[in-house]
């Protein structure tokens, strides 16, 4: 899978990838949007998202909250946790934070196995074409790094005809809001025990815009997919038989994780 699909399409018919590009929606209401496209739709999809509001820590679907957050700062300060539909880490995200997701048919690229890390792969291969310009570039395990500073998480969600591989790539991030997140105790090899400000760095210190990113993306797709802009009005929602997986978790989920770790009540919330 190191060359999937990053070859080109050149004489051959360029498979259609439809682009939505949105600013500031809430992160739960575009994890909504994702896992609606992906289980409901039969078309492949990018969908690029600008900032959103309100900061938000987002979770993966088998995190357990007291082992990845501080609840109780969390909670002082009313700062959302959502636990999404994917796979992958814990992040906050805010107005820094710019996401990109592909949704995709498993045959929409050339030789690439739907398989985790063979997605990983690839995704790395079409990043490198982006940043190439910008910075050293590197795919770290499950991450996007510039030398050793993090810069973009990944999560996946795989199903057996599709998947979905979304990226929150930090733009700018406000040092207090990592405060909110403990230390993974199941970490990259690469993070060398670094605490989040040690670890991480700012996309906007090394590229010119966020529009010089995201162009750069939408381009790259352009070497495999036919690229259709969509207006996010336009985007198919609201599938009567539709339930999204992700949730936000209550205060009283929060809490109680806080009174008792061990209750059974808790660890349904935490599953």
Same mark, same amino acid.
């Given at each position: 899978?190191?060359?999937?699909?990053l070859a080109?399409?050149s004489?051959?018919a360029r498979?259609?990838?439809?682009?939505?590009?949105?600013?500031g929606?809430?992160?739960?209401?575009?994890?909504?949007?994702?896992?609606e496209?992906?289980?409901?739709?039969?078309?492949?999809?990018?969908?690029?998202?600008?900032g959103?509001?309100p900061?938000?820590?987002?979770?993966?679907?088998?995190?357990?909250?007291?082992?990845?957050?501080k609840?109780?700062?969390?909670?002082?300060?009313?700062?959302p946790?959502?636990?999404?539909?994917?796979?992958?880490?814990?992040?906050?995200?805010?107005?820094g934070t710019?996401?990109?997701?592909?949704?995709?048919?498993?045959?929409?690229?050339?030789g690439?196995?739907?398989?985790?890390? @063979?997605?990983?792969s690839?995704?790395?291969?079409?990043?490198?074409?982006?940043?190439?310009?910008?910075?050293e570039?590197?795919?770290?395990?499950? @991450?996007?790094?510039?030398?050793?500073?993090?810069?973009?998480?990944?999560?996946?969600?795989?199903?057996?005809?599709r998947?979905?591989?979304?990226?929150?790539f930090?733009?700018?991030?406000?040092?207090k809001?990592? @405060?909110?997140?403990?230390?993974?105790?199941?970490?990259?090899?690469?993070?060398?025990?670094?605490?989040?400000?040690?670890?991480?760095c700012?996309?906007?210190?090394?590229i010119?815009?966020?529009?010089?990113?995201?162009d750069?993306?939408?381009?790259?797709?352009?070497?495999h997919?036919?690229?259709?802009?969509?207006?996010?009005?336009?985007?198919?929602s609201?599938?009567?038989?539709?339930v999204?997986?992700?949730?936000?978790?209550?205060?009283? @989920?929060?809490?109680?994780?806080?009174?008792?770790?061990?209750?059974?009540?808790?660890?349904?919330?935490?599953a």
């Amino acid at each position: 899978m190191a060359s999937a699909g990053l070859a080109g399409m050149s004489g051959a018919a360029r498979p259609l990838m439809r682009l939505v590009t949105m600013s500031g929606v809430p992160i739960l209401q575009q994890l909504h949007l994702e896992e609606e496209l992906l289980r409901c739709t039969s078309d492949n999809w990018c969908i690029i998202n600008n900032g959103t509001t309100p900061a938000t820590i987002v979770m993966g679907v088998s995190g357990r909250v007291s082992e990845l957050v501080k609840i109780q700062p969390a909670l002082r300060d009313q700062v959302p946790v959502v636990r999404r539909f994917s796979g992958g880490g814990t992040v906050i995200v805010d107005q820094g934070t710019v996401f990109v997701t592909f949704i995709c048919n498993k045959n929409a690229i050339a030789g690439l196995q739907p398989f985790p890390r @063979d997605i990983m792969s690839w995704s790395g291969q079409l990043y490198g074409k982006v940043f190439d310009r910008f910075g050293e570039f590197h795919l770290r395990e499950n @991450d996007y790094a510039f030398s050793h500073r993090k810069f973009g998480g990944n999560a996946q969600s795989i199903t057996k005809n599709r998947w979905v591989h979304h990226t929150s790539f930090l733009w700018d991030y406000d040092v207090k809001n990592m @405060d909110y997140l403990k230390i993974p105790k199941r970490a990259p090899e690469y993070r060398l025990a670094r605490n989040h400000t040690d670890f991480l760095c700012r996309m906007k210190e090394y590229i010119p815009s966020r529009s010089v990113f995201t162009d750069g993306v939408i381009a790259a797709l352009g070497e495999h997919f036919s690229v259709q802009p969509m207006d996010l009005q336009a985007v198919p929602s609201g599938d009567e038989e539709f339930v999204p997986s992700t949730k936000l978790l209550s205060q009283q @989920d929060l809490e109680e994780i806080v009174s008792s770790k061990e209750s059974p009540r808790v660890q349904k919330v935490e599953a």
